[in-house]
């Protein structure tokens, strides 16, 4: 004990070799502890990555899907962590919080805003990229299926067509459930919370649990509630809908030129309250001095069918027979996801576009259609811009039927649908960076007559800072600092989540940037940070003498 005391002493006056023997003393302690909490022990130093690793970098911008966080600068976790099977993710729980870090738990990395894996704190990150496994169950008493929260999408649909031509699912899987998760039939089926029957979950005390394990209110909480506020989401069970055998796809596009405002105009009306075999997606882009509309649609059915239904209701579209194409449900996600292949093994690809662009995304509700002259006014400002896009998603259909408080995702009736601010760039640099930050925002805060109000509701899935944080450092965790999003994103439910994330995680272990809080973790640590982390550090390296 007495030699433990006479190098803590040195090392404090030795700041860089302190740091170096302290960053080994948490990587062998945790390595340690993970050894002793798992069964079998073999093979567990294969799923830790610690940043002298080799493969640490590799492994980390694996799932960076905004480039806009893979940089030197970017806050890095002390260890990630892979695991492969369920007892890998609890003892990972377990012993993260044993050594006082932050855990990060990534599923597909897809987070907007890059908060499941980096932190300004020191933190390990949970990468579940392994855990893919995808069990499809189709006969006379099942349709339905188990999915982990490493699965991909495309590995979702995949899977399913091998079983059936029949099924579908209406979209959203691993982190995208957390928040909701929607898709192409939406307006026919709903979110893909609404189709989730059961959930595996590792609590705060390192207890797997099934949907009658943890209780209707957890199971409720990670239906859209953000998953990683509560736990570890292992898999979700999904219940699989039908599809025709043929469905049919189509694009219009117009300039302003081409009458794109009365299209826009009439969208607003038309989309949200046609058919709900329909869904109808638009986008808005600057083009030079000029605004593209382009509608992407899917269509539950024959192509006759809906070039004369929307005949009818949409005569401003003019969809034609040669706009659409025919084809399985399966290949139409190839049609959405723009792969230009017929071959459904494609969906299977994991691997990250090498040419993927640093980007921000925003989000409104919009509740009264926007006027034709609102909208002349909104062309004026994306050509001022030059980069944001706009991407409508229609709601109406069974999205109005099911209740505000069904799930914590709340955006139900009411609401004709969903704007997507979107800004993407390849340019480096702080300066280009704060240049499209600003053009986003700048467009947003145009945008403010024409959306929701009290509160301007955001949709969790594209996740925004900009709306709200909770502070990561200083010991300040508190409810009224997340209330400023968590209305906007939950609105009324957002006080049922925080009256679960306290009965199940008291202590505040899970939480990020915008996590739901506790009501009592306003009294956060005790202790100023660096003296916390030096009785961390401290406490690792006694364990190792021990």
Known sequence: MANLIFWVFILLFNFPSFTKVAAIAIDDSFLYCLENNTNPQDHISNLVYYQTNA?????????????????????????????KQITHVQATVLCTKKLGYQLK???????????????????????????????????????????QAGATLGELYY????????????AGVGGHISGGGYGNMLRKYGLSVDNVVDAQIV???????????????????????GGASFGVVISYKIKLVPVPEIVTVFRVEKTLEQNATDMVYEWQLVAPKTDPEVFMRMVLQPVMSNVRASIMGLYLGNADSVVSLLGNEFPQLGLKME??????????????????????????????????????????????????????LIWKKMIELGKTELVFNPYGGRMSEIGETDAPFPHRAGNLFKIQYSVNWKEEGKEAENNYLSQIRKLHSFMSPYVSNNPRSAYLSYRDLDIGVMSMSGGKHSYEE???????????????????????????????????????SADAAAYPRCFSLLLQ?????????A
Not at 332 to 360: C, E, P, V, Y
Not at 361 to 367: A, F, I, L, N, P
Not at 493 to 506: A, E, G, I, S, W
Not at 537 to 545: E, I, M, P, T, Y
């Open 55 to 83: 493969s640490y970098t590799p492994i980390l911008r694996d799932y960076m899907r905004n480039a806009r966080f893979n940089t030197s600068t970017t806050p890095k976790p002390h260890i990630i962590i892979t695991p």
């Open 203 to 225: 609590d705060v005390n390192g207890k797997l649990m099934n949907r009658e394990q943890m209780g209707e209110d957890l199971f409720w909480a990670i239906r859209g509630g």
């Open 323 to 376: 706009n659409c194409i025919q084809l399985s449900w399966i290949q139409s996600g190839l049609w959405w996801a723009s792969l230009d292949t017929n071959d459904i093994s494609a969906m299977l690809d994991r691997k990250l576009d090498t040419s993927a662009k640093m980007g921000k995304r925003k989000s409104d509700y919009v509740q009264t259609p926007i006027p034709k002259k609102g909208l002349k």
């Open 482 to 520: 997340a209330t400023v999003y968590g209305i906007k994103y939950f609105k009324a439910n957002f006080d049922r989540l925080v009256k679960v994330k306290t009965q199940v995680d008291p202590n505040n272990f899970f939480k990020n940037e915008q996590s739901i809080p506790t009501y009592t």
């Open 159 to 170: 899977a399913i067509s091998l079983k059936s031509k029949l099924h579908g699912f209406p």
């Open 105 to 147: 738990i990534r599923s597909g990395g897809h987070d907007f805003e890059g908060i499941s894996y980096i932190s300004d704190i020191p933190f390990f990150l949970l990468d579940m990229f392994n855990l893919r496994s995808i069990q499809v169950e189709i006969n006379n008493e099942s349709q339905s299926a188990w999915v």
């Open 537 to 545: 550090l401290v406490a690792a390296v006694g364990a190792l003498a």
